[in-house]
């Protein structure tokens, strides 16, 4: 059974510009969370995706947005990137959304903005 | 709000050996799960052990074991054996209803060195 996959693996891009990141779930999987690591604030929930729907969403600005499509794969966004979006985001899917049941990660993506 | 704490920034231990590491939570919603995550320096987190809030049990995974304390809201993990490739972060986490939303929240991690 394949795992979660992120492409791509290492981004860099120049403060202003948009960034969009991919997350492949694994097969069956319908809810996928977006998370964002960094040293100084750890790891911060940004949103979940079930069903194409957003069901949550962590305590981020607007210029953190995602889509989910009808595979379960999904997209997210950042517009209009600032020095402190540099980051590792990590995508992590699961069976069921709002669950008390364990979340399988992908490698992540490194995104560095200069 | 959800709240979890881990206050080893870092720890060491012999090959072998048993380790601790330490997570407090707090939380106003009575139905929460407990996760432990380990995450090597390739970046990907691994799941280990889940503890549900209304399990009598503590989990126990392999040479994984959550030590759950409901009353002292503590959820310390317990790792037997220590092995060279148990040598990375370790996140606590939770999730749950906060402020009326499901928020995963993460611990900032506790680094853990197996020493030969």
């Known amino acids: 059974k394949a795992g979660v996959t992120q492409t791509p693996r290492y981004l860099i891009k120049t403060r202003g510009q948009q960034v969009t990141l991919s997350c492949s779930p694994i097969s069956g999987h319908r809810s996928v969370s977006w998370y964002q690591q960094t040293p100084g604030q750890g790891l911060q929930f940004l949103f979940e995706y079930f069903s194409e729907t957003q069901r949550n969403k962590g305590n981020f600005p607007g210029r953190f947005s995602g889509r989910q499509f009808s595979n379960s794969r999904s997209e997210m966004n950042v517009s209009t990137l600032e020095l402190g979006d540099s980051a590792l985001y990590l995508c992590?899917?699961?069976?069921?959304?709002?669950?008390?049941?364990?979340?399988?990660f992908g490698q992540g993506t490194r995104l560095t903005v200069v | 709000a959800q709240k979890i704490t881990q206050t080893q920034p870092g720890m060491f231990v012999q090959e072998k050996e048993a380790v601790t590491l330490d997570c407090t939570y707090d939380t106003s919603d009575p139905s929460y799960g407990l996760f432990w995550y380990k995450q090597p320096s390739s970046g990907e987190m691994i799941f280990l052990i889940y503890q549900g809030s209304y399990d009598q049990q503590n989990a126990t995974e392999g040479r994984y074991s959550l030590n759950f304390q409901k009353a002292r809201k503590s959820a310390n993990l317990v790792i037997s054996a220590s092995q060279l490739g148990d040598s990375a972060m370790y996140f606590c986490?939770?999730?749950?209803?906060?402020?009326?939303?499901?928020?995963?929240?993460f611990g900032r991690g506790t680094s853990l060195i197996v020493h030969p």
């Open positions: 992590a899917s699961s069976s069921i959304f709002q669950g008390n049941t364990e979340a399988f």
């Open positions: 986490a939770m999730t749950g209803k906060s402020g009326g939303s499901y928020i995963p929240t």
